[in-house]
């Protein structure tokens, strides 16, 4: 599986280390990080530094676990976009709902102490 976790304090990092996010890798990223929701984790950041493409599917997985996340009273978080994977965000009005960092650090950071 090219999806892999981390913990950073009270933050988990998700990574994907793939270039495209799309099936079957996006199944794997949706069971791993909605998994990580229901078991009470309430800060993540996405990192999709390695990710150039997404599709339509996964505009939807990352607004249902935005949804999902926040729900929980959690807050979900998306570090090193793309500039493709960014428009995609931004023609599907999901940008609107997802906080977007330039890197993990900066994700990280906006969590605050």
Do not use: W
Not at 26 to 42: M, N, P, S, Y
Not at 68 to 97: D, I, Y
């Amino acid at each position: 599986m090219n999806v892999t976790t981390a913990q950073h304090g009270p933050v988990t990092i998700v990574t994907v280390n793939e270039s495209r996010l799309t099936y079957p890798v996006l199944a794997d990223f949706a069971t791993v990080t909605a998994d990580l929701i229901a078991r009470g984790e309430k800060r993540l950041v996405i990192d999709l530094g390695a990710v150039g493409y997404v599709d339509s599917a996964t505009i939807g997985c990352l607004m249902d676990l935005y949804r999902q996340a926040t729900a929980t009273g959690g807050r979900l978080k998306l570090a090193g976009v793309q500039k493709r994977v960014e428009t995609m965000l931004t023609m599907t009005g999901a940008h609107h709902f997802l906080e977007v960092y330039a890197d993990r650090p900066t994700a990280l950071a906006s969590f605050g102490g």
